[in-house]
Antibody, heavy 114, light 107 residues
Framework: QVQLVQSGAEVKKPGASVKVSCKAS????????ISWVRQAPGQGLEWMGW????????YYAHNLQGRVTMTTDTSTSTAYMELRSLRSDDAAVYYC???????WGQGTTVTVSS | DIQMTQSPSSLSAFVGDRVTITCQAS??????VNWFQQKPGKAPKLLIS???NLDTGVPSRFSGSGSGTDFSFSISSLQPEDIATYYC?????????FGQGTKVEIK
């Protein structure tokens, strides 16, 4: 079946980096882009950016530019999201989603704590 | 960037009631709107795309309408399993911003 499986929970110190993976299966990876969305505790959904899995084009939310990098590895059908210089307000559940949101990963909890 | 203004932020209704949520875009987005349902601790689930197209397997009590800048989402007969937070999102261009969410509860 079509699914996105994300990497496990992470605990990071302020200033560190985190890299979350999102492995696709059940469909042709390069036929659909991948979006990343995060949700801070008790808050709404925040769209972080999008990457084309066919040509690598990407678009990042303005508030994350300079700290976020989205990449893909088509050989393993995996998308990655790296966030650097972590702050306490980056603590959230991070989701990957296929294309326009018809398939979502299970979410990865990122805790930022000294 | 296009802003999506969603209201109300929360609502409480009886089982069987009709509930409606609205979303207003800051500029014309054609019909490029998704509606998602999110239950606590779970990933969002796509209910409606293109403003009014029900995703596969979504009960027919859910519906969406609108085009341009004004959109609405309705549950014709609220059920206990519909307790969740609902979000609109546009995909007219990038960034694909979400509305603030509407928490739906049972009276």
């Amino acid at each position: 079946q079509v699914q996105l499986v994300q990497s496990g929970a992470e605990v990071k110190k302020p200033g560190a980096s985190v890299k979350v993976s999102c492995k696709a299966s059940g469909y042709t990876f390069t036929s659909y882009g991948i979006s990343w969305v995060r949700q801070a505790p008790g808050q709404g959904l925040e769209w972080m950016g999008w990457i084309s899995t066919s040509n690598g084009n990407k678009y990042y939310a303005h508030n994350l530019q300079g700290r976020v990098t989205m990449t893909t590895d088509t050989s393993t059908s995996t998308a990655y999201m790296e966030l650097r210089s972590l702050r306490s307000d980056d603590a959230a559940v991070y989701y990957c989603a296929r294309a326009y949101g018809d398939v979502w990963g299970q979410g990865t909890t990122v805790t930022v704590s000294s | 960037d296009i802003q999506m203004t969603q209201s109300p932020s929360s609502l409480s209704a009886f089982v069987g009631d009709r509930v409606t949520i609205t979303c207003q875009a800051s500029q014309d987005i054609n019909n490029y709107v998704n509606w998602f349902q999110q239950k606590p601790g779970k990933a969002p689930k796509l209910l409606i795309s293109d403003a009014s197209n029900l995703d596969t397997g979504v009960p027919s009590r859910f519906s969406g309408s609108g085009s341009g800048t004004d959109f609405s989402f309705s549950i014709s007969s609220l059920q206990p399993e519909d307790i969740a937070t609902y979000y609109c999102q546009h995909y007219n261009n990038l960034p694909r911003t979400f509305g603030q969410g509407t928490k739906v509860e049972i009276k």
